[in-house]
T-cell receptor
Framework: SQQGEEDPQALSIQEGENATMNCSYKTSINNLQWYRQNSGRGLVHLILIRSNEREKHSGRLRVTLDTSKKSSSLLITASRAADTASYFCATVHPSGYALNFGKGTSLLVTP | DSGVTQTPKHLITATGQRVTLRCSPRSGDLSVYWYQQSLDQGLQFLIQYYNGEERAKGNILERFSAQQFPDLHSELNLSSLELGDSALYFC????????????FGPGTRLTVL
């Protein structure tokens, strides 16, 4: 069953703008991860944030985690056309082994 | 390139048939996970193997089975196929038994006619 829910379902922006995607989840987590999927391709791991962390950066990516609200956000700054993809959040339950994915946010970045 | 390989890339078959999907994990990874991605269900975890043993089960149908061999490659067997089994099947691998960063293969697209 889906654990995370991303919002919005789809996002269209222009190059240079920032893109923000949100993820809400339902149960306790060990960590939360964000993945990117280009159309019909495999998923690529972007960033992992642990339950005791509040914010993490990686290049143009900034992830926040609020465990009290059971939510996370992914910010992509200065977006590029190559950022066009679907973005998924995935959670790991403390006693779990596998990733529980949301349905994803489809991001379109136009030149 | 994640280092995870999956074969075949595409598979077209008929209802009632049986197919086998193959996955080779990244060198050094002991865990293999199988996921199914469809338009209506999204990405669903099916099953995990760690060093040859089944470690966790998700939404895997009884018609589906998997195994991990001594060389750590894994196979997912789908039998008595139905139209609804049409989906992208991904394999992922990780170093340990617990799900930290997972590395995904390119997927096998299964079409059941």
């Amino acid at each position: 069953s889906q654990q995370g829910e991303e919002d919005p379902q789809a996002l269209s922006i222009q190059e240079g703008e920032n893109a923000t995607m949100n993820c809400s989840y339902k149960t306790s987590i060990n960590n939360l991860q964000w993945y990117r999927q280009n159309s019909g391709r495999g998923l690529v791991h972007l960033i992992l944030i642990r339950s005791n962390e509040r914010e993490k950066h990686s290049g143009r990516l900034r992830v926040t985690l609020d465990t009290s609200k059971k939510s996370s956000s992914l910010l992509i700054t200065a977006s590029r056309a190559a950022d066009t993809a679907s973005y998924f959040c995935a959670t790991v339950h403390p006693s779990g082994y596998a990733l529980n994915f949301g349905k994803g946010t489809s991001l379109l970045v136009t030149p | 390139d994640s280092g995870v390989t999956q074969t075949p890339k595409h598979l077209i078959t008929a209802t009632g048939q049986r197919v086998t999907l193959r996955c080779s994990p990244r060198s050094g990874d002991l865990s293999v996970y199988w996921y199914q991605q469809s338009l209506d269900q999204g990405l669903q975890f099916l099953i995990q193997y760690y060093n040859g043993e089944e470690r966790a089960k998700g939404n895997i149908l009884e018609r589906f089975s998997a195994q991990q061999f001594p060389d750590l490659h894994s196979e997912l067997n789908l039998s008595s196929l139905e139209l609804g089994d049409s989906a992208l099947y991904f394999c992922a691998s990780s170093v340990g038994a617990r799900a930290d960063t997972q590395y995904f293969g390119p997927g096998t697209r299964l079409t059941v006619l």
